[in-house]
Nanobody
Framework: QVQLVESGGGLVQPGGSLRLSCAAS????????MGWYRQGPGKERELVAD???????NYGDSVKGRFTISTDNVKKTVYLQMNSLKPEDTAVYYC?????????WGQGTQVTVSS
């Protein structure tokens, strides 16, 4: 019943910026965290950024200082502002919602950083 829909992915040149959005719908209880993971070709899925219910933010080492996660709790939307993008950022980005009952994933949105 809970659905996560990502948007904002696409093709961008190195050094460019992109903003991803993830809108949650359905009945959601006891949110622990919302965030973003990514999986590049031939790689394991890794944490990009998440934000807990208390407002604590966690970032993967490779994106610190370049990416910023934020939420709009009224709209039930999480954003990922990505600046200074590098080819290594190329991946499918997945929105993640963690609750006390379950974990939900979006379908993913492709981000490609290339000249």
């Amino acid at each position: 019943q809970v659905q996560l829909v990502e948007s904002g992915g696409g093709l961008v040149q190195p050094g460019g910026s992109l903003r991803l959005s993830c809108a949650a719908s359905g009945i959601i209880f006891s949110i622990n965290a919302m965030g973003w993971y990514r999986q590049g070709p031939g790689k394991e899925r890794e944490l990009v950024a998440d934000i807990t219910r208390s407002g604590n933010r966690n970032y993967g080492d490779s994106v610190k200082g370049r990416f910023t996660i934020s939420t709009d709790n009224v709209k039930k939307t999480v954003y990922l502002q990505m600046n200074s993008l590098k080819p290594e950022d190329t991946a499918v980005y997945y929105c993640r919602l963690s609750t006390s009952l379950s974990t939900y994933w979006g379908q993913g949105t492709q981000v490609t950083v290339s000249s």
